[in-house]
């Protein structure tokens, strides 16, 4: 008898663990490459304060090629795309490319980041209600960086969990500007 309860007991846990595996986006999932999407998400319905407290609407960007990345100035791999992430808004602004980084983070946080690391894109804030709604976009794990490219009908054309390299995001940027 006691024998059956230790077989039931391990199999709960077998599941328990498939399930939280599941969950945190670990089965089947891998954070090193761009992955391919599909669906139009309501993100243009979005609206977050900027670092001045006005609201900024994301309807102001429709019909671009738009770039969300949500970030934070505590996260090393954030800060170090960044830099990547401003040139190509500076060399792509023309051909209707916009980046928005949504920061889990105050204001005055993300000002003084700023202070040694300009940034030629909108920055708005946001919270752990705005880092949850991220799953929808498929960041099931919840972490830093994750970016979601838009394509210009506002449908998700890629995502991607951890650092994204500028040659690799400019690729995909070349293949959504010709479309």
């Known amino acids: 008898m006691k024998r059956s309860h230790l077989w039931l007991a391990l199999g709960g846990l077998a599941l328990l663990a498939a399930l939280a595996g599941y969950r945190l986006g670990v089965v089947g999932k891998s954070a090193e490459t761009m992955t391919a999407t599909a669906p139009a998400l309501p993100i243009f319905e979005l609206v977050l304060a900027d670092l001045k407290g006005q609201p900024q609407g994301f309807g102001q960007w429709r019909g671009k090629v738009l770039i969300v990345n949500y970030w934070a100035t505590w996260c090393l791999p954030c800060r170090e795309e960044m830099p990547g992430f401003s040139r190509l808004q500076d060399k792509y602004r023309d051909k209707g490319v916009q980046f928005v980084g949504i920061s889990i983070d105050t204001a005055d946080k993300i000002v003084e980041f700023q202070k040694t ?29 994750f970016t979601a490219v838009f394509d210009r009908e506002g449908r998700l054309a890629a995502t991607k969990l951890g650092r994204l390299s500028e040659p690799e995001l400019e690729r995909q940027l070349a293949e959504l500007i010709s479309r």
């Open 117 to 145: 690391t300009p940034v030629s894109y909108p920055l708005l804030i946001g919270d752990m209600a705005v880092m949850e709604n991220s799953a929808k976009l498929g960041n099931s794990r919840q972490a830093l960086p």
